[in-house]
């Protein structure tokens, strides 16, 4: 079914699909930049119902890349990645899809990484007191307590 667009609607259309060919967007971060272009709710609930059967927004192609970007780039844990997806307005069913297809060996290498890279900031001093401020950081960064653990214990001695 193709939607028809009046003309003042067409340069918001024009705009968005550039938008989301640039990167992949959801559909929050969608609606939100049509929003601040100065579209109306309706016309934006619209241009993103055309996005959607375009296939330029796709919630679960969405979730997935994200989930991979975060792991890879910023060193993200599932339990932070997870409540970023929430806080985006993504199904839950898409966001446990993509975070159970996180690559183990991937976000495993993530965590080692981060492990090593803050461990080399703390100076010398009373090692469980370390470990301890270590193990606090890398929750913070959404990684679950039985992972970090195994990987403290086994990365820093």
């Known amino acids: 079914m193709d939607i028809k667009f009046e003309d003042d609607d067409l340069n918001f259309v024009q705009k968005a699909e550039k938008y989301c060919a640039q990167s992949e967007q959801c559909m929050s971060s969608v609606r939100a930049k049509l929003l601040i272009w100065g579209a109306s709710r309706p016309q934006a609930e619209k241009i993103i119902k ?4 375009e296939n330029f927004v ?5 979730s997935k890349a994200y989930c991979e970007s975060k792991v890879r780039y910023q060193h993200w844990g599932r339990i932070k990645i997870s409540y970023q997806l929430r806080s985006k307005q993504i ?6 899809e993509a975070v159970a297809n996180i690559d183990p060996e991937a976000y495993r290498q993530a965590l080692v990484e981060l492990t ?6 703390y100076k010398d001093g009373e090692m469980e007191k370390n470990k301890r401020k270590l193990m606090s ?13 195994d990987v403290v214990d086994a990365e820093i001695k």
């Open 58 to 62: 796709n919630e679960q192609r969405y």
């Open 50 to 53: 055309h996005l959607c059967q």
């Open 116 to 121: 090593h890279e803050r461990w080399k900031t």
């Open 137 to 149: 950081f890398l929750a913070t960064k959404g990684f679950e307590m039985d992972i970090i653990k």
């Open 91 to 96: 199904p839950q069913s898409l966001i446990d």
